[in-house]
């Protein structure tokens, strides 16, 4: 499962891949207890990775198939799917891929990349008004290159992005991007982003902005912070974010809840990760909550709001197996 959403009036729409082929698959839950696998697909090496929910509840999921990106829709609170192709803007000699995807007031941006699989990327946007029909965003060389768009949020009149940069075999740093109707698009590199991975991105209950991740080497969770998406600022080092002497932490998502954020993520001391949670009131200091049994060998993807409280979806048995499986939190 890598990514799920709450659909008004439906429970919850998760998405992901099974195997073998690599077959695109989801999954719809009332109460994000008991769930129902639904078929998306039967295209081998498919992988859906990330939903957004538009205002007239249509689910849009983003993600590629083989060398293509490709989009699906769901107006039934994600029981039933279309496939949908996705222009690009290159050749199709090189792979492009949405990994990104937003609901806006006028329908739906995605971002992703193009090049090869473990080599250098260059950043791509996607435009769609319901979601089916889509339209590239003019390439830009010096703001797109050497980049992979990660996530989306809003700030009052904008839309924020932020990414990764180097190859997907070497990241180097992080970078954001500004756009009013998600067409152009302003880069912004802040020397704080460059010092880590930012995956994450969302509002933050006190104003601004809050990104999260890792630092390069994956030992330590990372957050960054914004007023406005134009300057970023990293939250100070500390224990609670630390992987150990041997260890390894980063967090893969980020929900606000209340006047609180919750983060997800893992933590791996040796062969085996343990899924986690970290909770801040100003985002700059973050407690890391215990873990259950529960959680030993699980690989946190993706958190929402919304039933008994949070829902997450990920993996279970990695590094030898992974196994859709969701927890939740009935606390909030």
């Known amino acids: 499962m890598a990514d799920v959403v709450g659909v008004p009036g439906n429970g919850f729409s998760a998405v992901g891949y099974a195997y073998p082929g690599w077959h695109p698959v989801a999954w719809t839950s009332p109460d994000a207890d008991h769930w129902s696998i639904r078929p998306m697909g039967v295209t081998e090496f498919t992988f859906p990775v990330a939903l957004a929910v538009g205002h007239d509840g249509t689910i849009v999921a983003v993600g590629r198939s083989g060398s293509r990106p490709v989009a699906w829709t769901s107006s039934d609170g994600g029981a039933t799917w279309t496939e949908h192709e996705v222009p690009i803007l290159g050749d199709g000699k090189v792979a492009e891929r949405m990994t990104s995807v937003v609901a806006t007031s006028d329908g739906f941006v995605a971002g992703g990349s193009v090049g090869p699989e473990l080599f250098e990327r260059h950043a791509r946007f996607w435009r769609s008004r319901d979601g089916a029909i889509w339209q590239p965003s003019p390439d830009d060389a010096t703001a797109f290159a050497d980049a992979e768009v990660r996530s989306f949020t809003a700030s009052g009149d904008d839309l924020v992005a932020v990414g990764l940069i180097g190859s997907a075999q070497d990241i180097t740093g992080s970078v954001a991007w500004m756009s009013r109707d998600g067409e152009a698009w302003t880069r912004i590199d802040d020397p704080a982003l460059a010092t880590g991975r930012a995956v994450a991105l969302t509002p933050a209950p006190w104003g601004g902005l809050v990104a999260v991740g890792t630092d390069a080497d994956r030992r330590q969770a990372m957050v960054w912070a914004s007023k406005d998406g134009r300057v970023w600022s990293k939250a100070p080092d500390e224990v609670s974010r630390r992987g150990g002497a041997n260890g390894f932490a980063w967090m893969t998502d980020v929900v606000p809840v209340g006047d609180q954020l919750v983060a997800i993520g893992d933590y791996q001391d040796l062969q085996r990760g343990t899924g986690i949670s970290w909770v801040s009131r100003d ?16 690989e946190f993807y993706a958190v929402v709001v919304g039933g008994p409280g ?3 979806v990920g993996a279970y048995g990695a590094p030898d197996d992974y196994i859709p499986t969701v927890w939740f939190s009935p606390g909030r």
């Open 283 to 298: 985002g700059q200091h973050w407690t890391q909550s215990r873990s259950a049994p529960v959680q030993q060998q699980a």
């Open 310 to 312: 949070l829902v997450v």
